[in-house]
C-alpha cells in the first residue's frame, strides 16, 4: 500500500515549456486535490476531483489543467511554465463524504523550478 | 471568502518549554482539522474537532475548539527537538480545506 504517490520528485523548466505531474492514490479515496506552497503562503489549492471524471477550480487555478480519467490517478498540466510556477506542489487524497474519514492524505511532493 | 487567520507566524522556544498556535476564523466552523509538516515533508494529519468547546489530546498535544467554533488551538506540553516542523490548521466544509498559513516551530536543544 503505496498510498500517495507523486511524479517527477523534481524537475526544472524553461519559461513556455509545459509538462504534466502525476498524482496516484491507491486507497479508492473519491476525493483528490493539487496545491502548490510557497514560503509565507501556505498551501494554496490549484484545483480538486470530487470523483472519476469530474475537476474544479481552486483558489489559484490560472496557468494549470487537470484531468482525472482514472479513479486512482489525478494529473496536473503547466501549459506554458512560467518563473511564477515555481513551486512545490502538493497532491493529496481523501475518501467521499460518505466514507467517515476527512483526513487529507498527502504525496511527497514535487519540487518544480522554472527559468 | 472563508478565511482562517493562524498566529504565531513562527515560534522559537527551548527544548522543555511550551508551545501555542491559535487559529481564528470571523465565521462559525463546522470542523477544524490541524496538520504538522515536518521540514522537507508533507503534511500529515493530526486530529479533527467538530464540537463545540471540544478538548482532545494526543500525548503532549492538547487540542481545542471554541465555544462558538470560531477559534481553535493547538498547544505542545514541554517541547521536544521531534516537534520541529510547520503545524496549519485548516477549516472543513464538506469537499475542501481552508488553510491556515502556518506556524513553525523551532526548538533549541
Known amino acids: 500500500n503505496a498510498g500517495v504517490t507523486q511524479t517527477p520528485k523534481f524537475r526544472v523548466l524553461k519559461t513556455g515549456q509545459s509538462m504534466t505531474l502525476l498524482c496516484a492514490q491507491d486507497?479508492?479515496?473519491?476525493?483528490m486535490y493539487w496545491y502548490r506552497q510557497d514560503p509565507g503562503m501556505g498551501l494554496r489549492l490549484i484545483h480538486y476531483s470530487v470523483g472519476e471524471g469530474t475537476t474544479a477550480k481552486g483558489e489559484v487555478p490560472d496557468g494549470y489543467n487537470v484531468s482525472r480519467l482514472k479513479k486512482q490517478n489525478f494529473l496536473l498540466g503547466l501549459e506554458s511554465a512560467a518563473p511564477s510556477q515555481t513551486s512545490v506542489y502538493f497532491c493529496?487524497?481523501?475518501?467521499?463524504?460518505?466514507?467517515?474519514?476527512?483526513?487529507?492524505?498527502f504525496g511527497p511532493g514535487t519540487r518544480l523550478t522554472v527559468t | 471568502g472563508q478565511q482562517v487567520m493562524q498566529i504565531p507566524q513562527y515560534q522559537h522556544v527551548q527544548e522543555g518549554e511550551d508551545f501555542t498556535t491559535y487559529c481564528n476564523s470571523s465565521?462559525?466552523?463546522?470542523?477544524i482539522q490541524w496538520y504538522k509538516q515536518r521540514p522537507g515533508g508533507h503534511p500529515v494529519f493530526l486530529i479533527q474537532l467538530v464540537k463545540s468547546g471540544e478538548v482532545k489530546k494526543q500525548k503532549r498535544l492538547t487540542f481545542q475548539f471554541g465555544e462558538a467554533k470560531k477559534n481553535s488551538s493547538l498547544h505542545i506540553t514541554a517541547t521536544q527537538t521531534t516537534d520541529v516542523g510547520t503545524y496549519f490548521c485548516?477549516?472543513?466544509?464538506?469537499?475542501?480545506?481552508?488553510w491556515g498559513l502556518g506556524t513553525s516551530l523551532a526548538v533549541n536543544p
Open positions: 493529496a487524497s481523501r475518501p467521499g463524504t460518505s466514507g467517515g474519514s476527512v483526513e487529507q492524505y
Open positions: 485548516a477549516a472543513g466544509n464538506n469537499r475542501k480545506l481552508i
Open positions: 465565521t462559525t466552523l463546522s470542523n
Open positions: 486507497m479508492n479515496h473519491e476525493y
